[in-house]
T-cell receptor
Framework: GAVVSQHPSRVICKSGTSVKIECRSL??????MFWYRQFPKQSLMLMAT?????????EQGVEKDKFLINHASLTLSTLTVTSAHPEDSSFYIC??????????FGPGTRLTVT | AQTVTQSQPEMSVQEAETVTLSCTYD???????LFWYKQPPSRQMILVIR??????QNATENRFSVNFQKAAKSFSLKISDSQLGDTAMYFC???????????FGKGTRLSVIA
């Protein structure tokens, strides 16, 4: 089956710094990828839709200048959390559409901002 | 807007018994897709079962089956012969198509007890 990878799986950064999270489709091309955020014991909330070759579409309430998304190729989307603060600490998950209207999820990235 | 409601925050079931998780949804789309995802402690999202709204027949995958009631906008998941490995968070989700993001319910934490 299709595989989506994320890197890093865990990252700790200091408040005020930036951190980049990569999402790769390993054996298929993805013109669209989705970024979700999951706080502890909560559900997945869509942050943005990443589109290859065009600007990302952000959900209401998500700061596009803080969460920079770049869909650099048909297999790679990156999410950069700029000037991170402790409240940005969360679990970030990407997904990519596949066959049969299924979406393939990455394993997630746990971000901790100290 | 699409909404998905899971009214059972937590459930428990004895090993080998059967349990049903509830889900209702609200969409104005004429065609859509419904999913149940499992999120074990590893937090990797795993597709359990999917249902196309235009199909009347309830989907079945081994021990997992759904009761899809389109008029009532209900999509419950039945797990038969529950196993310890079924312990996880279960999320109900829907989407218009494979290229649109998933809308998730708040989840049901299922514990299978030996």
């Amino acid at each position: 089956g299709a595989v989506v990878s994320q890197h890093p799986s865990r990252v700790i950064c200091k408040s005020g710094t930036s951190v980049k999270i990569e999402c790769r489709s390993l054996d298929f091309q993805a013109t669209t990828m989705f970024w979700y955020r999951q706080f502890p014991k909560q559900s997945l909330m869509l942050m943005a839709t990443s589109n290859e070759g065009s600007k990302a579409t952000y959900e209401q309430g998500v700061e596009k200048d803080k969460f920079l998304i770049n869909h650099a190729s048909l297999t790679l989307s990156t999410l950069t959390v700029t000037s991170a603060h402790p409240e940005d600490s969360s679990f970030y998950i990407c997904s990519a559409p596949g066959q049969g209207n299924e979406q393939y999820f990455g394993p997630g990235t746990r971000l901790t901002v100290t | 807007a699409q909404t998905v409601t899971q009214s059972q925050p937590e459930m428990s079931v004895q090993e080998a018994e059967t349990v049903t998780l509830s889900c209702t949804y609200d969409t104005s789309e004429s065609n859509y897709y419904l999913f149940w995802y499992k999120q074990p402690p590893s937090r990797q999202m795993i597709l359990v079962i999917r249902q196309e709204a235009y199909k009347q027949q309830n989907a079945t995958e081994n021990r997992f089956s759904v009761n899809f009631q389109k008029a009532a906008k209900s999509f419950s998941l039945k797990i038969s012969d529950s196993q310890l490995g079924d312990t996880a968070m279960y999320f109900c989700a829907d989407t218009r198509s494979g290229n649109t993001p998933l809308v998730f319910g708040k989840g049901t934490r299922l514990s299978v007890i030996a």
